[in-house]
């Protein structure tokens, strides 16, 4: 029998129609269900086949689409109206956290609501690229030194309430938020060169001044495992034993032994990546790269084809980001990078920093299915 595509459930057109209606892009949803699927087949293995704990995730996962169907509905106009407000309410709740906040790895990092607790450190990596598009994309591109210095107080003060927390790791990521619109919006290379020179020419201050006992310690952990191999090295050498005993094909779901034997920290959260490569091998880590650049590529088609600044700026954020994200986390799962706690995108067991990935991308599909309906 002949396929014929008009008499086979949905066409094309009627698709497009339909996401148009919803507010949602499929090209981009898929790899992220793909991912979400993917996670939950890392995190049964990596919990010891706690079939109970993956259920926990999937109601967070649930309440994450949930939450991206829902933004993807608000019209880009309306989001840029309301990042002022969202900025300033985060700000508020990370002065909270401060005063009222639930210590946890010896900071004080957590609100405790009774039924549930979060980081509103992860709320305020959505609000500084949402307010800084607003301030940037008002006006041409380039900015001017004025907006500059603006964006510039916009993006330190999160990032210094959350240092005191103290939280290094978080604070340098939320800078780097605010940071990469900057560079989207088309900073002069003079003065990119400027800011790096004076960042390294600060590094001595920040070292003896700013930095903690246990941060410095993970500074020189990154530089040499093997100087306490059984004490601050423990974590990043069996990651990498972890990762290199996987191979091309891996030892087989449920069947690695580094995590299973508790030789592997933080198996179902930082250090997930080495779980996923020790069981699924080089073959496992092609295939999330390979969802990963999906997502990007998709991503970076959307802020091409965004209609103004604020959508260009917002959205190319979003990407960059997320690529920050995942490049971290396995670059210091490897060895590559300092450990600085970041969960890997859609994989890391967690509730906070997931509704937070999602409703970014629900303002990404917002921003490409309403571009028909808003120009200026």
């Known amino acids: 029998m002949r396929f014929n595509p008009t008499n086979s459930g949905v066409t094309t ?11 949602v892009d499929l090209t981009l949803l898929t790899p992220l269900l793909l991912l979400s699927a993917f996670g939950l087949i890392v995190l049964y293995s990596a919990f010891g086949a706690q079939i109970d704990q993956v259920d926990k995730q999937l109601i967070r996962l649930g309440i994450a689409f949930g939450v991206l169907f829902t933004i993807a509905q608000i019209p880009p106009r309306q989001l840029r109206y ?3 407000w969202f900025y300033g309410f985060s700000l508020l709740l990370l002065l909270s956290v401060l005063l009222f906040g639930t210590a946890g790895g010896g900071a004080k990092r957590w609100l405790d609501l009774g039924v549930a ?15 800084l598009s607003a301030v940037l994309g008002a006006r041409a591109l380039p900015p001017h030194w004025g907006r500059l210095a603006i964006s510039l107080l916009l993006i330190f003060v999160p990032a210094g309430i959350i240092a005191i927390e103290p939280d290094l790791g978080t604070a340098l990521l939320v800078s780097l938020s605010g940071l990469s619109v900057l560079f989207l919006a088309g900073l002069a290379w003079w003065m ?9 020419a600060s590094a001595p201050l920040l070292w ?8 410095r310690e993970r500074v020189l952990t990154f530089l040499d495992p093997t100087r306490d191999p059984l004490g601050t090295g423990y974590h990043i050498i069996q990651s990498k034993i972890a990762i290199g005993s996987g191979g ?15 030789f592997l920290p933080e198996q179902h959260t930082d250090f997930v990546f080495a779980v996923l490569a020790e069981e699924f091998g080089l073959i496992g880590v092609i295939l999330l790269l390979a969802l990963y650049f999906m997502v990007i590529a998709r991503g970076l088609h959307i802020a091409s084809h965004a209609q103004n600044n ?7 954020n979003i990407v960059l980001t997320f690529f920050i994200y995942f490049f971290v986390n396995i670059g210091m799962v490897s060895g590559l990078l300092p450990v600085v706690g970041l969960p ?30 808003w120009v200026s």
Not at 117 to 131: G, T, W
Not at 208 to 215: A, E, I, P, R, T
Not at 310 to 316: D, S, T
Request: net charge positive.
């Open 344 to 373: 890997l995108p859609m994989i890391s067991y967690g509730g906070t920093s997931m509704v937070t990935l999602l409703a970014a991308f629900g303002m990404l599909m917002s921003i490409h299915t309403h571009r028909r309906l």
């Open 310 to 316: 604020y959508g260009r700026l917002l959205a190319g």
């Open 192 to 200: 990119i060169f400027t800011m790096i020179i004076t960042v390294a």
């Open 248 to 262: 091309l094909y891996g030892k087989g779901w449920l069947n690695g032994t580094q995590a299973h034997l508790s």
């Open 117 to 131: 607790r979060f980081q509103p450190s992860e709320m305020m990596k959505l609000a500084l690229p949402m307010v």
């Open 82 to 84: 309301w990042a002022p």
């Open 208 to 215: 003896f001044c700013f930095l903690h006992d246990y941060q």
């Open 13 to 23: 057109t009627q698709l497009s129609f339909i996401q148009r209606r919803l507010h």
